[in-house]
């Protein structure tokens, strides 16, 4: 069946540091590929996304490609900042009968940024 | 910024009782969701609702769980005669084209059965 595989944090760097979220999936057809923020306390928001291969997605300095050969899509960002930490999930949409469309969620993987 | 707004923030309810979670999804929004997230554990998919019937339900969704959009603002889910681990955040999300959109999420319902 479909399904995500994160890398498993926690992952704890330093401010200005390289980031790299592994991200991979099984997935009938070509979904459309999500990454979403968990803010501790808070609720979940879209961080970027791709809707088809080699698309890239970017959103406040988070960059991910949808690689369509490697079925991956690694969440990155060249300098992060303290106020970056927070859970990120990867999140294939996976295709419904009826052209619905269902997000599946990785298991998050939590990031912890130190001064 | 439109919302997708959840209430309660924080309910707490006794084992055996029924409990409605309630959303209000963004207002030109056609799919709507439930998820929920055991703490510290996954986001697991409830149930999908496209023009006013259930699209998609998980294993989770059994006959304990049911969902209505009752006035076409509203979008509700309701537990009956809930159990210890019930006990979950709650997340309602809705979107207008899931696969170039995504979804767009509210803050969640904090449940807790005692």
């Known amino acids: 069946g479909d399904s995500v595989t994160q890398m498993e944090g926690p992952v704890t760097l330093s401010e200005e540091a390289f980031l790299t979220i592994n991200c991979t999936y099984t997935a009938t057809g070509y979904p459309s590929l999500f990454w979403y923020v968990q803010y501790p306390g808070e609720g979940l928001q879209l961080l970027l996304k791709?809707?088809?291969?080699?698309d890239k997605g970017s959103n406040k300095g988070f960059e991910a490609t949808y690689r369509k050969e490697t079925t991956s899509f690694h969440l990155e960002k060249g300098s992060v900042q303290v106020s970056d930490s927070a859970v990120y999930f990867c999140?294939?949409?996976?295709?419904?009968?009826?052209?619905?469309?269902?997000?599946?969620f990785g298991i998050g993987t939590k990031l912890q940024v130190i001064p | 910024e439109p919302e997708v707004t959840q209430t309660p923030s924080h309910q707490v309810t006794q084992m055996g009782q029924e409990v409605i979670l309630r959303c209000v999804p963004i207002s030109n929004h056609l799919y709507f969701y439930w998820y929920r997230q055991i703490l510290g554990q996954k986001v697991e998919f409830l149930v999908s609702f496209y023009n006013n019937e259930i699209s998609e339900k998980s294993e989770i969704f059994d006959d304990q769980f049911s969902v209505e959009r009752p006035d076409g603002s509203n979008f509700t889910l309701k537990i009956r005669s809930t159990k210890l681990e019930d006990s979950a955040m709650y997340f309602c999300?809705?979107?207008?084209?899931?696969?170039?959109?995504?979804?767009?999420f509210g803050s969640g319902t904090r449940l807790t059965v005692v």
């Open positions: 791709a809707t088809k291969a080699d």
């Open positions: 999300a809705s979107s207008e084209r899931p696969e170039d959109y995504g979804y767009t």
């Open positions: 999140a294939p949409g996976v295709a419904l009968s009826g052209g619905y469309q269902k997000v599946t």
